[in-house]
């Protein structure tokens, strides 16, 4: 259990419908290891994430979290077995995730989304959750802003309340879906170096986006997903570097221009 | 023809014991109507599918028939199915009935309303279904139907003078008939309407007041 990966994705295959969405995914993650799901719309990165954050429930394959199954395991009989529903949720309470729409609630304020689950979930009393949730919000540097609504805060303001409400719960991996993508330029800078920052501090997170830049300079790992397979997996040098996969040179032809030419 | 007001006030007990019965065949329909709104809303979204299909069938035939038929239909065709209802009964729950099938689709938009993320975000942080309902999606449910809540609330009001068919002693009943009686239509009539919008404006009121109450809560983003 110890040396297990923070994240082992194996055979996973997520079909809507007819329509395979992922075709066979195969995916570990080291702890503390920054991994950056690159690729076109549509190949499957959200799916994915989802699938690890049990969103969805994936057609066929595993995944482990720290070594423990998480939704389906084989069972004796070799046959692919749902598990309970406690264990689920006992795995999934090791994951953190932070949506491309904040999804902060809007009848509650920053602290409010902040402390919610830890009452309501976790049973924590209100004050210790109030002292909890201060702490992170003044870590994502909104200590002044708790007592504001959703509708009070700018989107970065947002999604850095969105990003405390998960850290709150104190999940072992953290997962972001282009948490940056429904941003004005000038907002994404603060919520990327929040994400700096808790990779810095040595968490497991696995990030969809479209910012070759911060993919480049903080993933340990660059995933690039085509068609729900995974086309290219490596280090960014290894990645962006030349000679070049020739999809991943026509990916960075689109994104390029967003200004990242020069960090790599 | 002069406008009687001595007639009027002669009749003030009578006025107000009418305005009793309607108020209160009013609240008691909203409110066993939108708990019944509610609980079918809940049901059809989360339910089995067959009882999602017998509640939307009864939704649909409250909705697509008059109140003035249904109302006749419960009072004088009840008693023939075992179902034999005072008059006052009856009004209130005919009017319970139909006040549940309206507020049930207020409701359910609502639910629809509801951007599922919302749900996801709970989901991730670990609530179960009852605490994701109680936490997230009745509050948040509450402030997206409470403008239609309050239009209904409002034509529920105005539904209770139909009740007048089946004699349920209420404003519009007894209000006409002092006006039959003194051949004073003219008054009497403008002493009901006066008293209707008086309460249809205190309830718009009531509304505007919780939406401006609610409205820190507004979603910040489509
Ligand atoms: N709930 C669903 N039902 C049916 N098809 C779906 C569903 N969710 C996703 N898909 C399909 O799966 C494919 C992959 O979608 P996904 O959202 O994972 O892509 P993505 O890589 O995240 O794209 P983007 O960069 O646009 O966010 C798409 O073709 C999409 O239409
Ligand atoms: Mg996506």
Redesign the interface.
Known sequence: MTNAPAIRVQGLVKRFGKTEVLTGIDLEAARGEVTCLLGPSGSGKSTLLRCI?F?EEATDGFIEIDGAPLGFALGPDGDRMRLPPNDI?GV??K???V?Q???????MTALGNVM??LV???GMSKAEAEERARARLAEVGLAERATH?????S?GQ?QRV?IA??LA?EPKIMLFDEPTS?LDPELTGEVLNVMRKLAEGGMTMVVVTHEIGFAASVGHKIVFLDQGKILVEGTPGEVFGKPRHPRIDQFLDTYLDRGAAGLL | MTFDFALVLENVPNIARAFGVTLGVWAGAVVFGSIGGFAIAVARRWGPTPVGWLLRAFVEVIRGTPFLVQIFLLYYGGPFIGLSLDNIPAGLFGLSVYAAAYYSEIFRTGFEAIPKGHLEAADCAGFTRAQTLRRIVLPEMTMLVLPAMVNMTILMLKETAVLSIISVPELTLEVSAIGTAHYAFVESFTIVALLYWGLTDLCGRAGRLAEARFSRYRFSHS
């Open positions: 954050a969103l949720r999934r309470s994951i953190g995730m949506f729409q904040f999804n902060l609630w809007p009848h919610e689950a309501t979930a976790r609504y959703p509708s009070e805060l989107g947002q969105a409400r998960a719960l429904s």
